[in-house]
């Protein structure tokens, strides 16, 4: 059935602004979303220009001016994408969720607890929908995995390991010009999390959901190897899960050699399963005692939930950019079913503000753990 495209604004995600522009790609690939407002930048001369460049019909110098304008027009907005720096989330959102516009923000949820804890009074109360970018959860083979924990394929988990290493902080690349590593290395900007906000925050996501477990307790140890860089740069994570099981999470932006070296592997009573981000397509899973098998995407023994959000033949490498699509993709089966008046498809899934709440309060325990000298917290 042919479905017009969803109006979207986008606040932030002006010239230089690279999640900005990873946005705008996801938004279109399918055809579901058609970027026609925006507010990219908190300077109103660079927000004009870069609305201009990118052929964005209405520019707006701010999120609230814009957020009024677009409720007010028959043909306004009828979905945001909020890009911006974390301390700029929560007073976007809650400007159009106010006003029954959808909201897809980018990930941690906000800055601060605060923030957040207001964010979602609004959201609960709001007609609207909320949905976060936790882009890592819409890759095939992370849907294809989750299945699999869930049918019991690997028996009841015992460990869950995840880590994200990168090396872009190794050196003082905030004092180096770098815009992206000056707002995340910044506490007023970025929050209280470094490291941990930036790809922790990926990585605990991505292990609670395709394990399906609720970490009980943790217990942090952040470190800050940068000279004077006042947020973590590393994380060591110990958790603890409801049921029993263990698991260990490290986030590090001071691992030379490491791009984007998000990993998962979890480990039941009866099998292991095994995935890269880096080589997305292909899944480890291995029975005890039996020869490893290896599932690619779209391939044999692949189950509808990876082949739903699969678009081209097996062989044929997908990645980031169509794992980030896939989000925008279920953000849009969700708004057109709410619009009817329905409830999303079956199988619609995507992070929610449920899902930011608890990367919250994931960025806070493990703060406090690490300032008691990596106590146990409960999240």
């Not at 953000?331 to 709410?338: T, V």
């Amino acid at each position: 059935m042919f479905h017009a495209p969803i109006r979207l604004g986008m606040v932030g995600g002006g010239a230089g602004a690279f999640i900005g522009a990873v946005h705008r790609i996801a938004a279109r690939l399918d055809g579901a979303f058609d970027l026609v407002a925006g507010a990219l930048s908190s300077t109103p001369e660079k927000a004009r220009a870069s609305a201009e460049a990118l052929g964005i019909p209405r520019a707006y110098d701010d999120f609230a001016t814009m957020a009024r304008a677009e409720a007010e027009r028959a043909d306004g907005i009828e979905a945001v994408a909020i890009v911006t720096p974390n301390h700029m989330h929560a007073a976007p959102a809650i400007a159009f969720l106010e006003r029954g516009i959808h909201v897809i923000c980018d990930k941690p949820l906000t800055a601060t607890m605060e923030e957040a804890t207001a964010l979602a009074d609004v959201a609960r109360r709001s007609n609207a929908l909320f949905v976060l970018t936790h882009n890592y959860t819409g890759y095939p083979m992370v849907r294809q995995a989750r299945a699999m924990v869930a049918s019991g394929a690997l028996g009841r988990i015992r460990l869950v390991q995840v880590e994200y290493a990168q090396e872009w902080l190794t050196g003082p690349a905030e004092a180096q010009g770098s815009k992206q590593a000056e707002w995340r290395t910044d506490p007023a900007r970025s929050g209280a999390g470094g490291a941990l906000g930036d790809i922790g925050t990926h990585a605990y996501n991505l292990a609670c959901f395709v394990s399906g477990l609720t970490p009980e307790a943790l217990a942090a140890d952040l470190s800050s190897f940068g000279p004077g860089r006042a947020l973590d740069d590393n994380a060591h994570v110990l958790l603890r899960f409801a049921g029993g099981a263990r698991g260990m999470l490290w986030a590090s932006q001071v691992a030379p050699g490491s791009e984007n070296g998000l990993r998962l592997r979890l480990y039941g009573e009866t099998g292991g399963l095994d995935w890269a981000q880096e080589d997305p397509n292909r899944l480890w899973f291995t029975r005890f005692g039996e020869p490893k098998q290896l599932l690619t995407r779209n391939g044999a023994g692949v189950g509808s939930e990876a082949t739903r959000v699969s678009r081209i033949p097996p062989g044929h490498p997908e990645g980031y950019l169509e794992a980030f699509a896939n989000i925008y993709a279920e953000a849009a089966r969700a708004i057109r079913a709410h619009q009817a008046g329905e409830g999303p498809p079956p199988g619609t899934t995507y992070p929610t503000l449920e899902d930011g709440l608890a990367g919250m309060r994931f960025i806070a325990a493990c703060v406090e753990s690490s300032r008691r000298d990596a106590a146990w917290v409960t999240p």
